[in-house]
């Protein structure tokens, strides 16, 4: 049974960062190709960023220079870290997994960043 459990959101001033981890359990992470979804009140989930085998690493456009994704694969933890957040980063994070049973989502974690 696959399971992810994000950690990390919360309240930023605009400017500020944050760095959300997921924890991933019934996969075999090194080789799992992770991402980070996020959903705005009203909008559709989008990819922010993923992490395919082989290292390669996409980002959307909108957080391209400011978002970082990375895995640790001795802690089975996939990160994001969130720089010079934007009022319009605000949204719920989801952590994805794309395993041998097909996709997984963790339960999100919220991201305010409000002054």
């Known amino acids: 049974q696959v399971q992810l459990v994000e950690s990390g959101g919360g309240l930023v001033q605009p400017g500020g960062s944050l760095r959300l981890s997921c924890a991933a359990s019934?996969?075999?992470?090194?080789?799992?190709?992770m991402a980070w979804y996020r959903q705005a009140p009203g909008k559709q989930r989008e990819l922010v960023a993923q992490?395919?085998?082989?290292?390669?690493?996409n980002y959307a456009g909108s957080v391209k220079g400011r978002f970082t994704i990375s895995k640790d694969n001795a802690k089975n933890t996939v990160y994001l870290q969130m720089n010079s957040l934007k009022p319009e980063d605000t949204a719920v994070y989801y952590c994805n997994a794309l395993g041998q049973a097909g996709s997984s989502w963790g339960q999100g974690t919220q991201v305010t960043v409000s002054s």
């Open positions: 019934g996969i075999i992470f090194a080789i799992t190709p």
């Open positions: 992490i395919l085998n082989g290292g390669i690493i």
